[in-house]
């Protein structure tokens, strides 16, 4: 998936009021508009997973991993914040989601791993009711 096609996703899912994307910028940092509710917050979190994904334009292919790194640091500054509001916290969480939605939906198959064959039941020990009684009363 290419990074606009990422930022464009979140727009559309999570609302043009919350994430309004300037469709015609040229780089990252005009990516976001201004009239996004945490524009902070929302235009931080474009720069996080452009650097971190190592990319050097818009059309730069971006993947789960590097993206989630980019936005847990984040998340984790706004759960560690006394003065974090409550809209900052659920666009964050919200974000958060989207993103495993999309890139879950983007996920390249994989072969099934036939499933380990279970283990053959091994008998256990019989202990009476007794002995086990007296190791709780001992212990407690």
């Given at each position: 998936m290419?990074?606009?096609?990422?930022?464009e996703?979140?727009?559309?899912?999570?609302?043009?009021?919350?994430?309004?994307?300037?469709?015609?910028?040229?780089?990252?940092?005009?990516?976001?508009?201004?009239?996004?509710?945490?524009?902070?917050?929302a235009?931080?979190?474009?720069?996080?997973?452009?650097?971190?994904?190592?990319?050097?334009?818009?059309?730069?292919?971006v993947?789960?991993?590097?993206?989630?790194?980019?936005?847990?640091?984040?998340?984790?500054?706004?759960?560690?914040?006394?003065?974090?509001?409550?809209?900052?916290?659920?666009?964050?969480?919200?974000?958060?989601?989207?993103?495993?939605?999309?890139?879950?939906?983007?996920?390249?198959?994989?072969?099934p791993?036939?499933?380990?064959?279970?283990?053959?039941?091994?008998h256990?020990?019989?202990?009476?009711?007794?002995?086990?009684?007296?190791?709780?009363?001992?212990?407690?």
């Open positions: 290419k990074f606009m096609q990422l930022i996703q979140l727009s559309v899912r999570i609302g043009q009021h919350q994430f309004p994307v300037n469709t015609a910028a040229g780089n990252v940092r005009t990516l976001v508009d201004s009239s996004a509710l945490h524009y902070d917050l235009s931080g979190i474009v720069r996080a997973i452009y650097e971190r994904n190592d990319c050097r334009g818009l059309c730069d292919p993947t789960a991993q590097p993206t989630f790194e980019a936005l847990g640091p984040i998340r984790a500054g706004l759960l560690d914040s006394a003065g974090t509001d409550v809209d900052a916290y659920r666009f964050m969480e919200e974000l958060c989601a989207v993103v495993a939605k999309i890139f879950d939906t983007h996920r390249i198959a994989v072969t791993q036939p499933p380990a064959p279970s283990p053959v039941p091994q256990g020990e019989l202990v009476s009711l007794d002995a086990a009684r007296r190791r709780i009363k001992s212990v407690v």
